[in-house]
């Protein structure tokens, strides 16, 4: 995926890391500062503005339909081996899929802070479907990051509310 042609292409994982690096101790400093939940109300309102933002990048650069989430999934997410998926359902009206190995959430528990991991990696994935077509929605009831077997990843169309 080309975004810009300044980017040095590295996989999705390995920005992430970098991120993780960066953003792991101005979190530590923040708790410090400000205590845990300004610290956490903080970090949920960047990652989730972040994750807008590269859903619309994505979307711009691969479309806007199931099909083309589910190439950002695999191309993507799970580019360069960061993720094990399972596809379970692809068509028109929703993609399913399991993630069986997460390899983010094997950075985050190596420097014990699977807490963190979650609120910097997992939180993305709601904000970012909203960037990438707001008319789709998320259904995720469990992540490897939280201790589960798999992340259960289901996208369907938002229902329409009657008047």
């Not at 920005?15 to 923040?30: C, D, M, N, Q, S």
């Not at 190596?110 to 904000?127: E, F, M, P």
């Not at 996208?155 to 329409?160: H, L, N």
Request: proline letters at 2%.
């Amino acid at each position: 995926m080309a975004i810009s042609s300044e980017e040095i292409p590295i996989s999705h994982l390995q920005r992430r890391k970098i991120e993780g690096r960066v953003i792991i101790p101005l979190i530590e400093e923040a708790r410090k500062r400000f205590g845990d939940q300004a610290a956490h109300e903080m970090v949920v309102a960047v990652i989730r503005h972040l994750a807008v933002e590269d859903g619309a990048r994505w979307s711009d650069a691969y479309g806007r339909d199931f099909g083309s989430l589910k190439k950002v999934a695999e191309e993507v997410w799970a580019g360069g081996g960061s993720l094990d998926l399972e596809v379970v359902a692809v068509s028109e009206d929703h993609l399913d899929f399991n993630v069986t190995r997460c390899r983010y959430a094997e950075f985050y528990r190596g420097l014990g802070l699977a807490d963190l991991g979650y609120l910097i990696h997992c939180n993305r994935d709601h904000a970012m479907i909203e960037g990438f077509n707001p008319d789709l929605a998320l259904t995720r009831t469990q992540t490897v990051m939280e201790g589960a077997s798999h992340c259960d990843f289901r996208f369907s169309k938002k229902r329409e509310v009657g008047p």
